[in-house]
C-alpha cells in the first residue's frame, strides 16, 4: 500500500501545486483568462509615444508602429480595449505618475520605480548606438571618456542620461528622436545615442542618409533597453490580464512583427503590391500617347544632368512608374522657371519635383508626395539661430524661384529676400558673401556646399511652415490629365518599400556622392559570358547611314560618328566584335533588325512600337530636338503654330511617331533623310523641319545652308539607347551593364563629340586653276559690269535691310515680334546690369479682348490692335525704349531708366490714352482698355531678364484680378 500511494501522493501534490500556481496567476496559457474576461472590452487609456517612428506613431486618427502592433496582440489576448493617448516622453511619464492615464508603454525598468510601478516582462530588448554624420566621423568610441571632448544628444529623461553626466559628458536632451537626428544632421551635436532601428528609420524617412550608425554605445549593461508596458501598482488586476495577454503572444509572432518595422516600413512580409490597370485606364494611356515631363538638371540628387545623362532619385522613380504603367515618357529638361509656365500652358504634361500649393491646383494635379525633406537655413554667420522668419530680419535672404514658400518669405522680409532661377547661382552668391543666409533642401544645399567646397557653412535652423512640414516631392500633372494623376498615384502605393529604399540608397546613401574615378567594371555572369561565346563574341548592328555627326557611314562604307565611337569603347571593355549591317536607310535597317538580319540599333530612341519587337537600354545620349525654318520664317512660340502646315521629319524617326500622337492637326511629310528634308525646306515646300541641333549643324555646314535657321524648340530632346532584339534577353542584359559602365567623363566626351564637330574641307587645286582664268576673263570685263554691280548691292543691301526688319517685325502690328523680344530683352538687361541702371519691364493686355472679336469681328479686333500698337510708338520713343509684340493681344514694353516715377508715369498716360480714346470701325465705336503690370528694378549679378518678366506677368495678373483698366507695379527684392 506505501509503494501504491508513494507514486499517487507525488500525482496529488503536482496537481495541488499547479492549482495554487493557476490562481496565483503565474501560468502562461492563454486559457487562464475566463470567457467573461474576453468579452468584457474594458477600456484602458494607455500612453505612447507620438513620433518615435517605427516603434510608435500616428498617421492622422490611425496609431501604427511595432509598439501599438504588440498592444493590438495584447487586446485580441485580453479583452482589453485600449484608449491611445499620444505625446511625448516626458508628458506621457508624467500623466502615467498622476494618475491621469492607467497604462504607459515602452517603459524600462528601473529599480527605484518598484515600489510605484508593475513592469510586464519585456517585449523587445533594443541595443542602443551611437550615430554619427558621416562627412564628420566622430572615430573609434570604445569607452564613455571618448565622449568626453563630443557634444551628445539624447532623448529628454532617458535611462541613461545621468551616467552620460556623471562621467563630465557634455549631454543635450531633445524631446523626441526626430529632434534628436535632425540636431546631428544640422550639427547642432557631435553624435547622438538611441535605438539603432529608431536613429535609422527617421534619418531615412528624413532624407538625412549622410548620417551613419558609428557603433554600440559604451554604457555597459545599459547599453540594452528593454521594453516593457507599465500598470501603476494600485491596479494588480489590470496588470494580471495586460501581463498574461502579453505572454500568450508567440515569439515567433513578436519576430513577425519587429521584421514587419525594420525591413518593410510596416508592410506585411506576405502582402504582395500587385498593379494592374482597369481595361479604361489602359485605353487612357494608350491614347495618351508619349507623356512630356519636365525635370530640372541642377536640382541634385533629385533630378540633374552629369555626363549628358539626366539623372537622379526623381529619375528613377519615374523611370518605374513607367514600367508598371507602359507610359512612354519623354524627359524634358529646363530651368523651374521655365518648367512651371510649361505645365501651365500644356507644353508639357507633367512635372516632377514638385510641391502642392493652393495656387498650383489651379493648373494641376498632383500626386501624394514620393519624398519629403527637410529645408533648412544655410549660413555662414556664426551668430545666426533661426527662430522663425522676423529672426532673419537685416540679413540678405536667397531663395529658389517659385518654391512653395517664395510668396511668404519675401512678403515676411521685403527687399532682404532675393530670388533665383538656379540654385547653383543661389549657393556661388553664399560663397561670395552676396546673400548672408540660403533657404533650401537639405540634400540639394549639401550637395551643392560639396560641389562649390564653400568653406564655414552650418545650419542655422531648420525652415518650418503651416501646413508644410518640409518639401513634398510629387508629380504635378497637367489638370487636363486628371486621371493620370490617378494613375500615377496608384502605381506610386505599388512600389514596394523595399525597392524604394533601393532607390533610395543609390542617390541619398553616403555612395551617391562619390564619382567613379574610372570605368565601372564590367561583370558578365556566366550565362552572358556563354550567351557570347556561343556566337564567338561577334554580335551585330545597324545604323542611320544620313545621321551624322551622330552615326554614319565615310566615303569607304565604314561606320564613323557619335556611335562608332561608343561601340569602340564598348568593343574594348567587353572583348566583344560588333559586325555593322549595312542598309541603305534608316527605314531599312529598323526593317533589318525587325527580320533579325541585325541585333542591335546602335543609336535609337524608344517608342511604343518600337518597343513591340526591340528592348532598350537606359538612354547613353540625349540631344536637342529643334525645328528649323527659311531666313524669312518668323520663329514659334510652340509646336502648336505650324497646325495645318507641311512640316518634314525622316521616315520612321522615333519623332516621327511621337509627333502624330501629339499633333493630329500637323500634316506631316515623311521624307528619305536628312538631307533631302532640308533640301525640300530650302526649296519652299515645307513649312519646317524637324530635326536634332547636333544633325542641324553639321548638314547646314556641309551643304552650306545659310538661308535656313532654327524657328522653334520641340519641349522633348532626343533621348537616345542601344536598341536590342527582344527575343534575345541576354543581348539586352549586356549592352545595358556597357551603358552602365560610361563614366561621366566618357559621357561628357560624347556629348562634347557633336557640340565641337567641325566640317574638313579638302582643296581641288583644278578648280582653282579654273577660278583663275575666270578670274582674268572677268577683270577685262571689270569696268563694264562695275557700275551695274554696284546698283545691284545697292539693290541687294536694301532688300537684306528689307529681310532683316521683317524677320524681327510682326506683320500686323509692326512691332517687334518675338524673336526681336527675344534678342534685344536680354541685351537690354545686360546694359542696364553692367551700367547699374534701372531695367523696367512692363507686359500690356487688352482687356476683354475675345467680347471684342466675338462682338465686332476678328478685323476689328486686328484694327484695335493696329490702333493701340500706333498709341504705343507715340507715348515710348526714346532710344532705349523697346516694343514687341508678345502674343495675340499682349505686349511687353521695356526700357532703362533713372526715375523711376517718371516711367510710371508714362505707362500711366498711355493707359489713359488708351481709354480716352475709342476707335472707329466700320462706322462703329469701339472701347478699348488695357491692364498693364510693371517690374523695376536695379539687375543684380545674381538677377536674370526672365525673373524681371516674371514679376512683370504676376503684376499684370493683379491688374486684371483687381479691376482692369489699372497699372500695377512691383519691384524687383535688391
Not at 550608425?213 to 533597453?225: H, S
Not at 494613375?487 to 543609390?506: F, G, Y
Not at 561565346?533 to 547611314?545: A, G, K, P
Not at 549592352?735 to 566626351?749: A, H, I, N
Request: hydrophobic fraction near 40%; proline fraction near 4%.
Amino acid at each position: 500500500m506505501s509503494d501504491w500511494f508513494a507514486p499517487r501522493s507525488n500525482i496529488i501534490f503536482i496537481w495541488l501545486g499547479l492549482t495554487i500556481l493557476s490562481a496565483l496567476g503565474l501560468c502562461v496559457p492563454r486559457s487562464t483568462l475566463s470567457a467573461e474576461e474576453l468579452a468584457s472590452e474594458d477600456t484602458v487609456s494607455v500612453g505612447i509615444v507620438a513620433d518615435n517612428k517605427p516603434y510608435s506613431f500616428f498617421e492622422g486618427r490611425t496609431t501604427s508602429g511595432f509598439s501599438p502592433d504588440i498592444l493590438k496582440e495584447i487586446e485580441a489576448n485580453s479583452g482589453i480595449k485600449f484608449e491611445y493617448r499620444a505625446g511625448n516622453w516626458p508628458e506621457l511619464y508624467e500623466a502615467f505618475l498622476d494618475g491621469r492615464l492607467d497604462v504607459i508603454d515602452a517603459i524600462s525598468y528601473r529599480e527605484d520605480q518598484t515600489d510605484r510601478i508593475l513592469f510586464t516582462e519585456p517585449y523587445h530588448i533594443r541595443q542602443t548606438f551611437l550615430m554619427q554624420d558621416g562627412t564628420h566621423p566622430i572615430g573609434d568610441v570604445e569607452s564613455l571618456a571618448d565622449l568626453k571632448d563630443l557634444t551628445v544628444g539624447v532623448v529628454e529623461d532617458v535611462y541613461y542620461r545621468d551616467l552620460l553626466v556623471e562621467n563630465g559628458i557634455d549631454v543635450r536632451t531633445y524631446d523626441s528622436i526626430p529632434s534628436l537626428v535632425r540636431a546631428l544632421a544640422f550639427q547642432w551635436v557631435d553624435v547622438i545615442m538611441g535605438p539603432r532601428l529608431s536613429l535609422k528609420y527617421q534619418a531615412n524617412i528624413a532624407g538625412l542618409y549622410f548620417l551613419s550608425i558609428a557603433g554600440p554605445a559604451p554604457l555597459g549593461p545599459k547599453a540594452q533597453e528593454d521594453l516593457r508596458i507599465g500598470v501603476r501598482k494600485d491596479n494588480p488586476e489590470l496588470f494580471r490580464r495586460i501581463q498574461l495577454g502579453l505572454k500568450a503572444i508567440p515569439e515567433s509572432r513578436k519576430m513577425e512583427l519587429l521584421q514587419r518595422w525594420r525591413e518593410f516600413g510596416g508592410t506585411s512580409i506576405n502582402e504582395t503590391l500587385n498593379f494592374k490597370l482597369t481595361d479604361e485606364e489602359r485605353l487612357f494611356i494608350s491614347r495618351l500617347g508619349p507623356v512630356r515631363v519636365g525635370l530640372m538638371p541642377d536640382y541634385a540628387p533629385f533630378s540633374f544632368k552629369a555626363g549628358g545623362k539626366l539623372q537622379g532619385l526623381s529619375v528613377d522613380v519615374l523611370n518605374r512608374l513607367a514600367d508598371l504603367t507602359g507610359l512612354q515618357v519623354i524627359p524634358v529638361s529646363g530651368a523651374w522657371s521655365e518648367l512651371v509656365p510649361m505645365l501651365r500652358d500644356g507644353t508639357i504634361d507633367v512635372l516632377g519635383n514638385m510641391s502642392l500649393t493652393e495656387e498650383r491646383q489651379t493648373f494641376a494635379r498632383f500626386t501624394e508626395p514620393y519624398y519629403l525633406i527637410p529645408n533648412v537655413v544655410f549660413t555662414r554667420d556664426g551668430g545666426l539661430e533661426y527662430n522663425g522668419l522676423e529672426s532673419l530680419s537685416g540679413y540678405t535672404v536667397g531663395i529658389s524661384s517659385d518654391i512653395y514658400y517664395e510668396t511668404e518669405v519675401v512678403q515676411a522680409l521685403g527687399d532682404s529676400a532675393k530670388v533665383f532661377d538656379s540654385q547653383e547661382a543661389m549657393f556661388q552668391s553664399l560663397e561670395h558673401d552676396r546673400v548672408d543666409v540660403v533657404l533650401a533642401a537639405l540634400p540639394n544645399g549639401n550637395f551643392w556646399i560639396q560641389e562649390l567646397r564653400i568653406p564655414g557653412v552650418r545650419i542655422a535652423g531648420e525652415l518650418v511652415f503651416e501646413d508644410h512640414p518640409g518639401e513634398d516631392l510629387r508629380f504635378g500633372v497637367r489638370a487636363s490629365l486628371a486621371p493620370l494623376a490617378e494613375i500615377l498615384d496608384q502605381a506610386l502605393a505599388a512600389i514596394s518599400p523595399t525597392e524604394m529604399r533601393t532607390i533610395e540608397d543609390r542617390w541619398l546613401g553616403a555612395s551617391a556622392a562619390e564619382e567613379s574615378l574610372g570605368p565601372a567594371k564590367l561583370s558578365l555572369s556566366p550565362d552572358e559570358q556563354a550567351w557570347l561565346d556561343e556566337r564567338d563574341r561577334n554580335v551585330s548592328y545597324c545604323i542611320d547611314n544620313d545621321w551624322m555627326p551622330l552615326e554614319g557611314l565615310d566615303s569607304s562604307g565604314e561606320h564613323e560618328g557619335l556611335s562608332a565611337e561608343t561601340f569602340r569603347l564598348f568593343s574594348e571593355r567587353g572583348n566583344i566584335q560588333f559586325q555593322l549591317v549595312k542598309t541603305d536607310s534608316w527605314p531599312e535597317s529598323l526593317e533589318a533588325v525587325r527580320e533579325r538580319r541585325c541585333d542591335m540599333l546602335a543609336l535609337a530612341m524608344k517608342t511604343p512600337e518600337r518597343a513591340q519587337y526591340l528592348n532598350f537600354t537606359t538612354p547613353y545620349l540625349q540631344v536637342p530636338n529643334i525645328i528649323l525654318g527659311r531666313i524669312e520664317a518668323p520663329f514659334i512660340e510652340n509646336v502648336g503654330d505650324l497646325r495645318n502646315k507641311r512640316v518634314g521629319v525622316v521616315k520612321d524617326y522615333a519623332f516621327s511617331e511621337l509627333l502624330k500622337y501629339r499633333y493630329p492637326g500637323m500634316q506631316l511629310v515623311e521624307v528619305e533623310n536628312e538631307t533631302k528634308g532640308m533640301k525640300l525646306l530650302q526649296d519652299n515646300e515645307l513649312a519646317g523641319y524637324v530635326t536634332t541641333l547636333a544633325t542641324a549643324s553639321y548638314h547646314m555646314q556641309e551643304l552650306g545652308l545659310a538661308d535656313l535657321k532654327v524657328i522653334g524648340r520641340i519641349p522633348a530632346d532626343w533621348s537616345l539607347s542601344v536598341a536590342s532584339r527582344s527575343d534575345e534577353p541576354v543581348l539586352h542584359d549586356i549592352m545595358q551593364k556597357l551603358v552602365d559602365s560610361l563614366t561621366p567623363e566618357e559621357r561628357s566626351g560624347l556629348e562634347s563629340y557633336w557640340r565641337n564637330i567641325k566640317i574638313e574641307q579638302s582643296v581641288d587645286y583644278r578648280l582653282v586653276w579654273q577660278l583663275v582664268g575666270i578670274a582674268i576673263i572677268g577683270a577685262a570685263l571689270l569696268f563694264y559690269w562695275n557700275r551695274k554691280l554696284n546698283r545691284l548691292n545697292r539693290q541687294l543691301a536694301s532688300a537684306n535691310d528689307a529681310l532683316a526688319r521683317l524677320s524681327v517685325t510682326d506683320d500686323l502690328t509692326q512691332l517687334g515680334n518675338r524673336s526681336y523680344f527675344d534678342r534685344e530683352f536680354r541685351k537690354s538687361f545686360q546694359w542696364c546690369q553692367r551700367n547699374r541702371d534701372g531695367f523696367a519691364v512692363a507686359m500690356v493686355d487688352a482687356d476683354l479682348f475675345k467680347s471684342i472679336n466675338d462682338t465686332f469681328g476678328h478685323d476689328a479686333g486686328d484694327h484695335c490692335l493696329k490702333t493701340l500698337a500706333e498709341m504705343m510708338k507715340r507715348h515710348f520713343r526714346r532710344e532705349t525704349d523697346r516694343l514687341s509684340r508678345f502674343g495675340g493681344e499682349e505686349f511687353v514694353i521695356f526700357t532703362t531708366y533713372q526715375d523711376r516715377r517718371e516711367i510710371i508715369e508714362r505707362l500711366d498716360r498711355f493707359r489713359n490714352a488708351i481709354a480716352d480714346s475709342p476707335t472707329v470701325f466700320s462706322g462703329q465705336e469701339i472701347h478699348l482698355t488695357v491692364s498693364i503690370g510693371l517690374a523695376t528694378g536695379i539687375p543684380e549679378p545674381s538677377d536674370s531678364p526672365a525673373a524681371f518678366l516674371r514679376l512683370a506677368d504676376q503684376a499684370l495678373y493683379c491688374a486684371k484680378e483687381n479691376g482692369r483698366n489699372r497699372l500695377e507695379v512691383r519691384a524687383i527684392k535688391q
